[in-house]
């Protein structure tokens, strides 16, 4: 059986540098695109239904790819690398068309060609991990990776704040800051994932492997593997699903609603005063900011508590902070209290972005980690789709169509989602 070498701190770093780019491009979807709905005229209760593409995307793409790049191997491009690249290029081009949107319409279809290209850069870097790093480093891996989605999402919400100081007046339909923004995360999304291409040699597969690689199958195999990897799905995976359920569907009303509801509790304002709109949606930017340099801050903590601790206890304490941050934050009027309240979803985040993926890694077989680590992004997107269709009626019929109130109820299911992942039955093998 293969030894997987010991990797060097640097050597993982290298590895997950493309995280940067990629959540670069996540933060401008989740802190600009709602922003730039708003000033092309959608109502508020358009916004979930505007939000499908990345939910539906994910969901078709991240498995198929995952499924994909276990059946792919190039001496040359490795098995993983090659959709990293090919996503990247998509994402590139994307972001750098997406401000010349001129309608709701132009904007929705440019964010469905995003998020393909997105899922299809990000699904194998979870495989990634599993891949290069024994079970020692994998805590490292995982979180370094929690490290970059801090990092990437703090430049992106930073240039909300920053660029419409230096970038004034309106280009087209939209603010010229929006220009900046994005054409920067084009470049990252591109620089950073072939920079971890370079840095990075993938392990050949076994002979075994080999044979499985090359014996092929007909074009409808991946989803064929998808179907069979549900149908075996370990025990632990159902449990971790049921906590995605209320996880995912609160990220997607905060994320939805943040820039909304400083308006109104800070400026009192609606995305009809544009000025003080405007306002809102730059300091909101620098609010998730913070919450992304929470994230980097403290993620290679989890990784250490969640190794000499409990993974799933790690994920339950994150996830408590994280909801009482949401309880508290729509009902804080001192826009600088505002980054006390959301240091809370920080460390909920950086949990978030690594610890489940160690709860469920080891019941996983390694030649399967990338349809299973698709198939646990269908988890997130699910829940994503059920929250574009329903609750826009929610927010509207239960909430007042109050984004303060949509805060308030991702804070509840939270909670909720703790309670589940106390529920979880981790395995303790090593592998």
Same mark, same amino acid.
């Given at each position: 059986?293969?030894?997987?070498? =010991?990797?060097?701190?640097?050597?993982?770093l290298?590895?997950?540098?493309?995280f940067?780019?990629?959540?670069?491009?996540?933060?401008?979807?989740?802190s600009?695109?709602?922003?730039?709905?708003?000033?092309?005229?959608?109502?508020?209760?358009?916004?979930?239904?505007?939000?499908?593409a990345?939910?539906?995307?994910?969901?078709?793409?991240?498995?198929?790819?995952?499924?994909?790049s276990?059946?792919?191997?190039?001496p040359?491009?490795?098995r993983?690398?090659?959709?990293?690249?090919?996503?990247?290029?998509?994402?590139?081009?994307?972001?750098?068309?997406?401000?010349?949107?001129?309608?709701l319409?132009?904007?929705?279809?440019?964010?469905w060609?995003?998020?393909?290209?997105?899922?299809?850069?990000?699904?194998?870097?979870?495989?990634l991990?599993?891949?290069?790093?024994?079970?020692?480093?994998?805590?490292?891996?995982?979180?370094?990776?929690?490290?970059?989605?801090?990092?990437?999402?703090?430049?992106?919400?930073?240039?909300?704040?920053?660029?419409?100081?230096?970038?004034?007046?309106?280009?087209?339909?939209?603010?010229?800051?929006?220009?900046?923004?994005?054409?920067?995360g084009?470049?990252?999304?591109?620089?950073?994932?072939?920079?971890s291409?370079?840095?990075?040699?993938?392990?050949?597969?076994?002979?075994?492997e080999? =044979?499985?690689?090359?014996?092929?199958?007909?074009?409808?195999?991946?989803?064929?593997?998808?179907?069979?990897?549900?149908?075996?799905?370990?025990?632990?995976?159902?449990?971790?699903?049921?906590v995605?359920?209320?996880?995912?569907?609160?990220?997607?009303?905060?994320?939805?609603?943040?820039?909304?509801?400083?308006?109104l509790?800070?400026?009192?304002?609606?995305?009809?005063?544009?000025?003080?709109?405007s306002?809102?949606?730059?300091?909101?930017g620098l609010?998730?900011?913070?919450y992304?340099?929470?994230?980097f801050?403290?993620?290679f903590?989890?990784a250490?508590?969640a190794?000499?601790?409990?993974?799933?206890?790690?994920?339950?304490f994150?996830?408590?902070?994280?909801?009482?941050?949401?309880?508290?934050f729509p009902r804080?009027?001192?826009?600088?209290?505002?980054?006390?309240?959301?240091?809370?979803?920080?460390?909920?985040?950086?949990?978030?972005?690594?610890?489940?993926?160690?709860?469920?890694?080891?019941d996983?077989? =390694?030649?399967?980690?990338?349809?299973?680590?698709?198939?646990?992004?269908?988890?997130?997107?699910?829940?994503?789709?059920?929250?574009?269709?329903?609750?826009?009626?929610?927010? =509207?019929?239960?909430?007042?169509?109050d984004?303060?109130?949509?805060?308030?109820f991702?804070?509840v299911?939270?909670?909720?989602?703790?309670?589940?992942?106390?529920?979880?039955?981790?395995?303790?093998?090593?592998?």
């Amino acid at each position: 059986m293969f030894k997987k070498p =010991k990797l060097s701190f640097w050597q993982i770093l290298n590895m997950n540098v493309g995280f940067f780019g990629i959540q670069y491009s996540f933060g401008l979807q989740q802190s600009a695109v709602t922003p730039i709905y708003d000033f092309l005229g959608a109502s508020p209760d358009q916004i979930p239904i505007l939000h499908l593409a990345g939910p539906v995307t994910g969901l078709l793409v991240q498995p198929i790819i995952g499924a994909l790049s276990d059946k792919t191997w190039s001496p040359t491009f490795g098995r993983r690398k090659p959709y990293f690249l090919i996503g990247a290029i998509l994402c590139s081009l994307t972001l750098f068309a997406f401000p010349y949107s001129s309608s709701l319409w132009m904007a929705a279809g440019l964010l469905w060609i995003l998020d393909v290209g997105n899922n299809t850069a990000m699904e194998p870097y979870r495989a990634l991990i599993a891949d290069q790093l024994d079970e020692a480093q994998r805590p490292l891996g995982f979180q370094m990776q929690s490290f970059f989605t801090g990092l990437g999402q703090v430049l992106a919400n930073l240039s909300l704040f920053i660029f419409p100081l230096i970038f004034i007046g309106t280009t087209g339909s939209l603010p010229t800051w929006v220009y900046a923004s994005f054409f920067l995360g084009a470049f990252c999304s591109l620089a950073t994932i072939v920079w971890s291409m370079s840095k990075t040699k993938e392990y050949p597969p076994t002979e075994e492997e080999l =044979k499985i690689i090359r014996k092929g199958g007909n074009v409808l195999e991946p989803l064929m593997e998808i179907f069979r990897a549900i149908k075996e799905m370990p025990k632990v995976m159902w449990q971790l699903a049921l906590v995605y359920l209320f996880q995912w569907y609160a990220l997607f009303c905060y994320w939805q609603n943040s820039s909304k509801s400083v308006a109104l509790s800070v400026w009192n304002a609606t995305p009809q005063n544009k000025e003080a709109y405007s306002e809102a949606v730059s300091w909101t930017g620098l609010v998730n900011g913070w919450y992304n340099v929470v994230t980097f801050l403290v993620a290679f903590a989890l990784a250490g508590y969640a190794k000499k601790y409990s993974a799933k206890y790690v994920h339950v304490f994150c996830l408590v902070v994280a909801a009482l941050g949401f309880l508290a934050f729509p009902r804080i009027e001192d826009k600088n209290l505002l980054f006390i309240a959301i240091s809370g979803f920080g460390i909920g985040w950086a949990s978030m972005m690594g610890i489940p993926y160690l709860i469920v890694v080891k019941d996983i077989p =390694k030649e399967r980690y990338g349809v299973y680590m698709g198939i646990i992004n269908m988890m997130i997107v699910i829940p994503m789709i059920i929250q574009t269709v329903s609750f826009g009626f929610i927010l =509207k019929n239960l909430l007042g169509n109050d984004p303060r109130n949509a805060i308030t109820f991702a804070g509840v299911l939270l909670l909720i989602s703790a309670v589940c992942t106390l529920w979880i039955k981790e395995n303790k093998k090593q592998t």
